[in-house]
């Protein structure tokens, strides 16, 4: 939405993928946080790509290989001088995976099912309250949103709000704003409300709209 994003485009046709193991993606994490970098976002991809490749002997061992390099990489942030204190790690992940009761939930996702819809992801740092388990449902914008904010970057026209409840300092969330989602879930029930700058919202649950969009325009 924002303006001065009009006509923008991204041309990665001169980029090359890196697709190595995740210890070298660490060791370049680590690269990148001597240089200075104020945001780095890397992927570690073992476990996607042996759960995708349906190979439970190689995925068990790349889930606990990972939570060995975050610990690892966590503990090297506090030993630089640059980083200790003053550095925010963010885990996550951009799906979760199917429980739906078959032999091959663990391999694969795509669908609405709570399982796919419920990713895990952990926020520890300064700024960040210890030893907090939410029970707020939240989006991956909500995240967004709260990354930019320990930035101290505004995003006006981005979507979604603060994970108030896991930071140290008492923050109100700003006003809703056009594109904003709130989520509510139960079990396997899921509502959506989406605000409009005008003050209307639309409500869906399980993907019915129980708001009558036509009634904005009505006027």
Known sequence: YHPAYEGYSSDLS?????????????????EQLRNDAHLVVANLHDIDRFAHMEEAGASLPAISNADALVVEMWEWIQMQPETAGRTVLVVGTDHGRHRLGTILDWSDHGDQCSGCRETPVLLVGPRIAEGI????????????????????????????????????????DPPRSLGDVAVAGAGDLLAVQTFRADGTTQVQVEGYVLSNPAAWFAE
Not at 14 to 30: F, L, W
Not at 133 to 155: K, S
């Open 133 to 172: 388990t939410t029970e707020t449902p939240y989006t991956l914008t909500d995240l967004n949103q709260t990354i930019a904010w320990l930035l101290d970057i505004e995003m006006p026209y981005s979507g979604g709000r603060l994970m108030t409840d896991i930071l140290k300092e008492d923050v109100e």
């Open 14 to 30: 001169n980029t090359t993928p890196y697709n190595g193991r995740d210890d070298e993606v660490v060791e370049m994490i680590k």
